[in-house]
């Protein structure tokens, strides 16, 4: 019997273990990875969950608003613990949240804003998916919980936008990281492992659901 | 009544930074019976680390530290309004020195307190008890798992649920399917079934607190978990959803009487960062 492990894998087991990308990455370096990839990724990202996309769906901010390079980066869904200390910020835990509820919202911020990642866990939609093959983007799935091996990962809280209006878990943050492990589950080719998986787990509950 | 604050205030730091040493067991276990190499691997070997990380430096594992949910069982005599408002002044020094993040958020003005407290924030349950000690059970709810919980009313032809454990099956498959990865499993299950829609959801949240060695004292019910245990494990969702043998780590069942008109049944989930924590305040006579 085929199992759900072996499916997921099949890319991983023909590359060449972890691939180190650097940001803010090209959209051939965006393409050229598939899903099924390991990847460490070093440089500068950015944070942003339900508010800030609302917020850049609906107000539509041009690029020269937005503090921070969005072009070639990564948008993190993620609603870190903060701390403001005399040094500046330190960073207490930082793992992703559920991506799914900004799949309405992804797909024209991917096209306006020129991002080539976008970070999260439990993967995306249908709506999504197409966003990455039109613009050459991937979706990254880290590990949900893992806050504080994750925030270990960040070197440095560089700055935040809308802190106020938004709060910290909702506000924009730049992060500098170094070797932020992630593995690529949707690709701009058109593959998800997400649906993959779900095909898998609907045979199964098919066969768990005819059986009494 | 300082010194139980201040024990509320070490109740919120356990919770939020020690994972309870049966499900950390239970993660080390799934571990090893996950592909050699697979990305399940990975992931649970990055989780184990983040545990005894977090354990070491006090920090919240997760930074989620969610929805403060208080059990807590009080003797004759004792005012269950002050014990709450010793609740209130805990989680706000809680909420600054761990920190925990701040998640209350005004319906209306979508103001977040920055604390903690609001309406109904935290989620306090009191009840009176005959003993001479208040026991408190804190659980720090996150929403991802949260979210994904499911409330229905059987029978429900959509997925074949009569009202019988049969549909109750169907409805736990039918959670956790639909849920995939977005909740972060290997997940911890609790179902509640009974006569009314609010109490089946509390009785499932206080199936939670359970230990995952825990074996429920009704024997069919214990049959009956570790059935769906093995069931939920077939849908191949795996940790994080990356696909394996480990979609949930336990299963827990509470059922209280039913109207002859109405079954409800609830699935609650947790992740696998099921934090709990457990205090016993002996009161001086």
Known sequence: ?212 | MTDLRDAIVELYRTAASSLPSDVEAALRHARGKEEKGSNATTALAAILENIRSARETGRPLCQDTGVPVFFIKIPCGVSHLAVKSIIIRATRIASRNIPLRPNAVDILTERNSGDNTGVGFPVVYCEETKGSSIAIDLMLKGAGSENIGQLYKLPLEEIGAERDLEGVRRCVLDTIYKAQGKGCPPYIIAVGIGASKDQVTRLSKEQLLRKIEDVNSHKALSAFEKRLLRDVNRLGIGPLGFGGRTTALGVKVGVNHRHPASYFVDVSVSCWADRRAHLIWKLQS
Not at chain 1, 46 to 59: C, I, M, Q
Not at chain 1, 77 to 95: D, N, Y
Not at chain 1, 143 to 169: H, S
């Open chain 1, 1 to 212: 019997m085929e199992t759900a492990e072996l499916k997921a894998d099949r890319s991983t087991s023909d590359s060449k273990g972890t691939k180190t990308i650097h940001l803010p990455l090209t959209e051939d370096a965006a393409r050229s990875l598939h899903a099924g990839d390991r990847v460490f990724i070093n440089g500068l990202i950015v944070t942003g969950r339900d508010k800030l996309h609302n917020y850049l769906f609906n107000e539509r901010p041009p690029k020269e608003r937005i503090p921070f390079h969005l072009e070639g980066s990564i948008i993190y869904h993620c609603g870190p613990i903060v701390k403001r200390t005399a040094k500046g910020f330190q960073l207490v835990a930082s793992g992703p949240t559920t991506s799914m509820r900004l799949e309405m919202y992804e797909p024209r911020i991917i096209a306006e804003y020129g991002v080539r990642g976008i970070m999260g866990k439990g993967g995306m939609g249908k709506q999504t998916l197409h966003a990455l093959q039109e613009n050459g983007c991937v979706y990254l799935h880290t590990i949900g919980g893992a806050a504080v091996y994750l925030a270990d990962r960040v070197q440095k809280v560089l700055d935040v936008w809308k802190l106020d209006e938004f709060g910290m878990a909702e506000a924009m943050w730049l992060f500098d990281v170094k070797d932020f492990p992630a593995i690529v589950t949707m690709d701009s080719h058109g593959r998800s492992l997400h649906d993959e998986l779900q095909e898998y787990s609907y045979r199964e509950l098919k066969k768990l659901t005819r059986m009494k």
